[in-house]
């Protein structure tokens, strides 16, 4: 759970307020965003400088209605060293429904089931799930006198362009986050990049990236799921050896 907490806080949002999307990442979209679909997936290299560098995969493995009668699909996670993720770290398998999109959110997620290096998965309860889906509450901080959280920050999306990765090269647009005139933030995103439309995210003052290493349209299961005799993960279990899932709010730099 912590490396997937490192990957979501490299896609953390900006305010609401300065985060309207520009003309030239709409027009991108428009021409011909792909429906995310059982089989795609794609695998992300992060890097934190030196030697940390680690792998993250997504995989679209199945479908079925949720518990709430909408359409809803098997997105498996998975967290290694090595980019066909031998020996991964974490696995992480979610019954998420669809929306405009994937919903990446508390209301989107039905089930889940997590396996920890060499532990066997194990699915959360009901009231697990409930409480690793609760978005923690928010310490308000105060704002610089005479300014406003969102007053310094700005959002500029830049010209369709195409862009190398590891993947090939992809058409992507760039959206740039800007405190007091420094990019704290660089974003590419690409609709030919399945499930997130993400290529690649930049942070410079940290020396952090994220960018798309592998990606297609034939994923099968891969995560071993748990006996129906298994114990599911109850909440006190869960409050001791899991974090919350971490959520991408609306936060300042």
């Known amino acids: 759970m912590r490396a997937l907490a490192l990957t979501l806080v490299l896609l953390a949002a900006v305010p609401a307020s300065a985060a309207m999307p520009g003309k030239s990442l709409m027009d991108h979209l428009a021409k011909g965003l792909r429906t995310t679909q059982v089989g795609d997936w794609v695998t992300y290299k992060l890097d934190g400088g030196g030697a940390r560098v680690h792998y993250w995969r997504l995989a679209v ?6 518990k709430l009668g909408r359409d809803a699909l098997w997105l498996e996670m998975e967290m290694g060293t090595h980019p066909a993720m031998r020996s991964p770290l974490s696995q992480i ?3 998420i429904a669809r929306g405009d999109g994937v919903a990446f959110d508390a209301n989107g997620i039905t089930r889940l089931i997590v396996a920890m290096g060499f532990d066997k998965p194990q ?5 697990a799930l409930d409480w690793a889906l609760k978005k923690p509450e928010k310490t308000q901080k105060a704002a610089p006198r005479g300014q406003t959280p969102a007053a310094s920050v700005v959002v500029r999306s830049g010209k369709e362009a195409r862009l190398m990765t590891p993947a090939g090269t992809v ?3 760039p959206v740039e986050v800007l405190y007091r005139a420094t990019v704290v933030k660089r974003t590419w995103l690409s609709r030919e990049i399945p499930i997130l439309n993400l290529a690649k995210v930049e942070i410079p003052r940290i020396a952090h990236a994220l960018e798309v290493h592998e990606y297609g349209v034939n994923a099968k299961p891969r995560m071993l799921l748990p006996d129906p005799k ?3 993960v109850k ?9 919350q899932l971490p959520w991408l709010e ?4």
Do not use: I
């Open 93 to 95: 398998r979610m019954l």
């Open 230 to 232: 298994t114990p599911t």
């Open 250 to 253: 609306e936060e300042t730099p």
């Open 61 to 66: 493995v199945g479908e079925e209605k949720d």
């Open 235 to 243: 909440m006190g279990y869960a409050e001791k050896v899991f974090p």
């Open 123 to 127: 699915e959360y309860s009901e009231e």
């Open 171 to 173: 058409t992507a647009v």
